[in-house]
């Protein structure tokens, strides 16, 4: 689906888009050094390190700046969802304030493993959202 598309389905208002930037997590930080490295280091719970050579740079780089969860090495479960992105620490900042001010927010991505992290955030905020996306029935 295009964005243009979603204008028509679900006849939304004129839209407004603004960009913000935000500095990355910690944990962000240090997958983009091991990116720029080409390789993506990760920690067990038994203590040992596992090295894993990364291919596609661009691409994992792009995985790093929207979410360190798309790793699922990375994955460290809800506590963490938003503390570990800098992305999400910021639309944590932001939604509530606009679900105050009676806004409606569409958020668009290509990445369909990002939109499931988002799903896991509105589910962990209780806000009310749904998913479009080409595993979605139209």
Sequence with gaps: ????????????????????????SALQKVLYLQTENHVLLSHH???TTKQKRMSN?????RKVCN???LFPEYDLGEDLLIRSCGKFSLLDKILPKLKF???RVLI???????LHLLQ?????????HLVLSGESCS
């Design 67 to 69: 979410h360190p969860f």
């Design 101 to 103: 001010a009676g806004h």
């Design 120 to 128: 896991r955030y509105c589910v962990l905020r209780q806000y009310y």
């Design 108 to 114: 668009y991505s290509q990445m369909v493993k990002l």
């Design 57 to 61: 740079r661009i691409s994992q780089l």
């Design 45 to 47: 719970a038994d203590g």
């Design 1 to 24: 689906r295009l964005k243009a598309d979603l204008k028509d389905i679900m006849q939304l208002p004129e839209a407004r888009e603004n960009i913000l930037k935000c500095e990355l």
